[in-house]
T-cell receptor, first 116, second 114 residues
């Protein structure tokens, strides 16, 4: 079974500072994908960034980067130069390669609040 | 580009009443489709997924059911709602079931059962 752990229920960060959101995962499958989603107060889940288990380099997408440490089974999201609009819930999720195992397994999320 | 729609956006229903939530995807063909539920302050739980018309897989036994009458239409139903069915229901799609494929979510339906 797969498991995602997000140990930070909430974080407060000053505007323009960088922020790291922690995510650790557990799976015995060697092939997996790791995803980060942002959920603003409106409720929609917005895809931010993806990292594959076989990717050699850390993923980056604009101000978002993923600090992937495979041996430690961690996939932390780094947001550079935070903005007020970054205030939201952030979810780490994982998908494995088993045929028929379609689901994304989600963590419990981290509520990020950017302070002006 | 692809777009995913859900309706209604919000719904308040009495216990024991029926339910029908609809999800449609535009701009792609033969997508994989998913229904998730999010309880207040928690992560998402997969309820159903579909890899094609009429093909439904259930992840969690409950009084909900799903159907896929058309390629890009996914419906979540219940004959009699329970209080525990309250939550935020999200539909998602992906190109395939591969672990590398991103799932993209719709705007969601907030269901309150009273």
């Amino acid at each position: 079974a797969q498991k995602i752990t997000q140990t930070q229920p909430g974080m407060f960060v000053q505007e323009k500072e960088a922020v790291t959101l922690d995510c650790t995962y557990d799976t015995s499958d060697p092939s997996y994908g790791l995803f980060w989603y942002k959920q603003p107060s409106s409720g929609e889940m917005i895809f931010l960034i993806y990292q594959g288990s076989y990717d050699q380099q850390n993923a980056t997408e604009g101000r978002y980067s993923l600090n992937f440490q495979k041996a430690r089974k961690s996939a932390n999201l780094v947001i550079s130069a935070s903005q007020l609009g970054d205030s939201a819930m952030y979810f780490c999720a994982m998908r494995v390669s088993n045929f028929g195992n379609e689901k994304l397994t989600f963590g419990t999320g981290t509520r990020l609040t950017i302070i002006p | 580009s692809q777009t995913i729609h859900q309706w209604p956006a919000t719904l308040v229903q009495p216990v024991g009443s029926p339910l029908s939530l609809e999800c449609t995807v535009e701009g792609t063909s033969n997508p994989n489709l998913y229904w998730y539920r999010q309880a207040a302050g928690r992560g998402l739980q997969l309820l159903f997924y579909s890899v094609g018309i009429g093909q439904i897989s259930s992840e969690v036994p409950q009084n909900l059911s799903a159907s896929r009458p058309q390629d890009r239409q996914f419906i979540l139903s219940s004959k009699k709602l329970l209080l525990s069915d309250s939550g935020f229901y999200l539909c998602a799609w992906s190109k395939t079931g591969a672990f590398t494929d991103t799932q993209y979510f719709g705007p969601g339906t907030r269901l309150t059962v009273l």
